[in-house]
């Protein structure tokens, strides 16, 4: 059985075509998955015989939503995959809609210090219909249409590209789900090379670049990544990305005390970015239990984005729990959402 949340509607059509039946019933069956929300392929308005070939060749498997859990505007909701194991979806309420932030593998191997979601370390890379069904889960739950996404919960989704790819494709759909790519963004911890394969790949989102240091000497103490890719590489792939999609980068920088919060700091990451077509997300720091960081004093955070401000650098500062969420790789728990699980 072919899992169909898992192919896209161009991999439908060609396993449609393998199994004997007419490629443009793709166009059928799409919109009465993502459109209409149907959750049994015996209603699909197919003849009979077509309908058999559906119903004894595809599975309409989604993930088991365990719990949901609210707190401060945000819902979070805790999956069970088939094989066990947990992830987690956050929806949000913005003022332009809905948004939902998807995880896209199951634990991360990169070692953020500051991240909470790494502590778990990858098992492994979530398949395209456990993505979709975090999104159609919560999108059936909800009774209401979902405006945007973040690719941004647990894993680094530049690991899994391929996957995210078609999870991207079918977000996309336009009888479907129909999200623009204007609001659907991916944050990553900056693995250079699947940069420029997003950069040229058919669905450059809205890309937004975990940096949270200004030199490679601090950011591999927190990111180990940095060994691998340093700064000056993560930094020229932002600038073929911003140039090659005309789009603008984020840059996340979440204020750790004492730690990357300093104005030589600021000072730095004006140099480091300047003349970029980017802006930075500066996150308050939320410490999950046992952190060994803080996050940085409200005066300590303002002089920080008055530094940036002053050298033209294009900054926001998101503080709601919500934007917070949905601002940084892997920041679900770090930014907050892990108290829900006490609640
Ligand atoms: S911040 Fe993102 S890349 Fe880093 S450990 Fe957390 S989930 Fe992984």
Known sequence: MTDIYGSTRKKLADKLTELGEKPSRADIIFPALYGELIDDLSVLPLKKESLDTACGNFSLRLPECTDVLTSDGADKFLFRLSDGNTVESVLMKHGFGYNVCVSTQVGCNMGCAFCASGRLKKIRDLTVSEMVGQVLMIRRSLGERINGISIMGIGEPLENLANVLDFIDIMMYPKGFDI????????????????????????????????????????????????????????????????????????????????????????????????????????????????????????????????????????????????????????????????????
């Open 180 to 343: 623009g790519i204007k609001h659907i963004t991916l944050s990553t911890c900056g693995l250079v090379p699947k940069i420029y394969e997003l950069a040229d790949s058919a669905s450059p989102v809205n890309l937004a670049i975990s940096l949270h240091a200004p030199d490679d000497t601090l950011r591999r103490r927190i990111m180990p990544i940095t060994g691998k890719y340093p700064l000056a590489d993560v930094i020229g792939a932002a600038r073929y990305y911003s140039d090659k999609n005309n789009r603008r980068v984020t840059f996340e920088y979440v204020m750790l005390d004492g730690i990357n919060d300093s104005d030589k700091c600021a000072e730095k990451l004006s140099s480091l970015l300047g003349g970029l077509n980017c802006y930075v997300n500066i996150i308050r720091y939320n410490p999950s239990e046992g952190s060994p960081f803080r996050c940085s004093p409200h005066e300590r955070i303002m002089t920080f984005y008055d530094i940036l401000k002053k050298h033209g650098i294009g900054v926001t500062m998101r503080r709601e729990l919500g934007a917070s969420v949905g601002a940084a790789c892997g920041q679900l728990r770090a930014n907050g959402i892990d108290k829900l699980t006490n609640l």
